[in-house]
């Protein structure tokens, strides 16, 4: 006796802040849907319901589809219909109606609390719905759960030193950690084992923007018309903003990496403890010892004030960038 197949979730919800991520799983569905056939075998219809009314929903919904097994109808901002108690309760009824050979699809793009109305609905109807969060993650933690998630779900595995190498590399910044875990994904599935953080140091900082640790060592020798340079063409192809935030960041570990060393303390005891890779910490342990600590803490001092001009639109976060060039090129070094 053959098993019956199981049948496929017929809504879809897929929530949080992380757009990347929810329109990869909905790229993900359409490809599916897609099948050998190619674009001629999908019926797919996409709405937003800031536009439609729940009734045009329905309506697309219930049709059968053509020229395809199933339908799928990709609604997005799904909850502008249902900002009021009784159009939640109708909304609610239209997601109980939709047939087998429907997939509805909704993109809301915004994190749903534990206990929202749709959540509820959603986590009694077993199979029938599939529910998959998004959020950006909020600090280290959660940076570390998201990033293992995602190259589990990319079908790739990563140590934990692996993902802490790349953390130290990108920091927050979501999007371009997004980009090197599926370069990393792809990495581990051809090797057939999991990535390190040999692998990510290598990897990774060939995906970096262009020259940003020649950049960094520019800087830190002093070189301006180097660094100036460099920074032109990473102002090309990257968000000043972005460039600014590794910058700070990566200025924040020097100053604390000074300071250790200037209390001649243990220094890979203190990034074990912070779960930094020993090869940043060699990197940063040879740029430190360019500088003083009294002058590394007037430029941390010069670049606080940078910051807080351009969050007032004195100054454009790619002249602050230029500005550092030259506070680093004029600094006593040690």
Do not use: C
Not at 142 to 168: H, N
Not at 185 to 191: I, R, T
Request: charged residues 30%; neutral net charge.
């Amino acid at each position: 006796m053959t098993e019956q197949k199981k049948a496929p979730p017929r809504v879809y919800i897929f929530h949080g802040a992380h757009h990347l991520r929810r329109r990869e799983f909905v790229q993900r569905l359409i490809q599916r849907a897609k099948g050998k056939g190619g674009q001629e075998h999908l019926d797919l219809v996409e709405m937003d319901g800031e536009d439609v009314s729940l009734n045009d929903v329905l309506q697309q919904v219930l049709t059968f589809p053509f020229f395809a097994p199933r339908r799928l109808v990709i609604l997005r901002h799904p909850l502008h219909l249902a900002t009021r108690e009784k159009e939640r309760e109708a909304f609610l009824r239209m997601l109980e109606r939709v047939p087998p050979h429907t997939a509805l699809v909704l993109d809301i793009d915004e994190d749903l609390a534990p206990g929202h109305w749709l959540l509820t609905w959603a986590q009694r109807q077993g199979s029938r719905v599939y529910l998959r969060a998004t959020p950006v993650p909020r600090d280290l933690g959660s940076m570390l759960r998201w990033m293992g998630e995602v190259m589990k779900d990319e079908g790739g595995q990563a140590t934990p030193e692996a993902l802490m190498a790349l953390y130290s590399l990108v920091g927050d910044d979501v999007q371009r950690a997004y980009r090197e875990l599926q370069k990393l994904a792809l990495y581990s599935q051809a090797l057939g084992r999991p990535v390190t953080g040999e692998d990510v140091e290598r990897l990774a900082l060939e995906g970096t923007p262009p020259n940003l640790f020649e950049f960094g060592h520019a800087l830190a020798e002093g070189n301006a018309p180097k660094a100036m340079k460099v920074l032109q063409e990473l102002l090309q192809q990257e968000d000043p903003r972005t460039l600014w935030n590794l910058l700070v960041r990566h200025f924040r570990l020097l100053l604390l990496v000074r300071e250790i060393q200037e209390e001649g303390e243990d220094l890979y005891a203190w990034a074990r403890e912070e779960r930094l890779p020993q090869f940043v910490v060699r990197r940063l342990a040879r740029q430190a010892r360019r500088f003083s600590l009294e002058s590394l803490e007037r430029l941390y001092r010069r670049l606080l004030s940078l910051e807080d001009r351009f969050r007032r639109f004195e100054i454009t976060p790619a002249e602050a960038l230029e500005a550092v060039v030259y506070l680093f090129a004029r600094v006593t070094h040690s």
